[in-house]
């Protein structure tokens, strides 16, 4: 079995803002490619709900070089400043029984942010495998694609999707999963925090998987110790 933990907002809480930060960034690139304000936020919020990656419409629209993007908007970002190490979630990930998962994570974003992410968060010698947005291909996938989800069990080697257990903040992103056989999908869902999505500043409700059959709702990732606890240490 693959266990695939999302890397933002899931490995760290909302409450830590960086979505903001991120909301502004990606609005200011907008901005520098001539666009006026209100073009701007329409458009960061039309190619994120559109693409599930504001980044993806940019590339296909605008032909930018989605590295300096990378660099300009993810690069800048003050993590250092907005999550610590959390030794509650490093035994977490110690407690996972090797012998019987694996552990990669699966983000949308680029390898760097991903990998900064998880150096801070000291989590990167428990994580076997990494797929990401690979910035550097043309025509690079992303979540909810199902192409990134097939691509992600090729590159980590596993045939059989049922065999896969999922982690991540989006709804539509751990939906997308299950259609495709995921055995075991949860959703990261926080309530009650402000968060930017597409540009725009949204509060976290109740809005969950719930009601999806096959799918777990969980607001701690402790909970996934009772949830799966086959895959922990006993």
């Avoid at 030794?87 to 694996?102: A, G, P, Q, S, W």
Wanted: glycine fraction near 6%.
């Amino acid at each position: 079995m693959v266990i695939w933990f999302d890397i933002d907002n899931t490995l760290y809480s909302a409450s830590t803002k960086i979505s903001h930060a991120m909301g502004e960034r990606i609005h200011a690139y907008f901005v520098s490619l001539g666009l006026d304000e209100d073009e701007a936020s329409e458009l960061h919020h039309k190619y994120y709900k559109q693409y599930g990656l504001a980044l993806r419409g940019l590339t296909r629209h605008h032909s930018i070089d989605p590295l300096d993007f990378d660099q300009k908007c993810d690069g800048t970002l003050p993590l250092e400043e907005c999550i610590k190490p959390d030794l509650k979630l490093r035994k977490l990930f110690e407690d996972l029984d090797r012998t019987k998962v694996r552990v990669w994570a699966l983000t949308n974003a680029y390898k760097n942010h991903a990998n900064r992410v998880l150096k801070i968060l000291n989590l990167q010698d428990q994580i076997e495998g990494l797929v990401y947005c690979d910035y550097e291909q043309p025509h690079f996938t992303c979540k909810p694609e199902p192409e990134y989800y097939h691509n992600a069990m090729r590159i980590a080697n596993i045939s059989d999707a049922s065999k896969c257990l999922f982690i991540d903040d989006s709804k539509i992103n751990v939906i997308a999963a299950k259609k495709l056989g995921w055995g075991r999908c949860a959703h990261f869902h926080e309530t009650g925090l402000d968060v930017v999505e597409g540009g725009r500043q949204t509060t976290l409700d109740g809005d969950s998987a719930a009601d999806v059959e096959g799918i777990a709702v969980v607001k701690d990732l402790e909970e996934l110790r009772t949830m799966w606890p086959d895959i922990f240490i006993s």
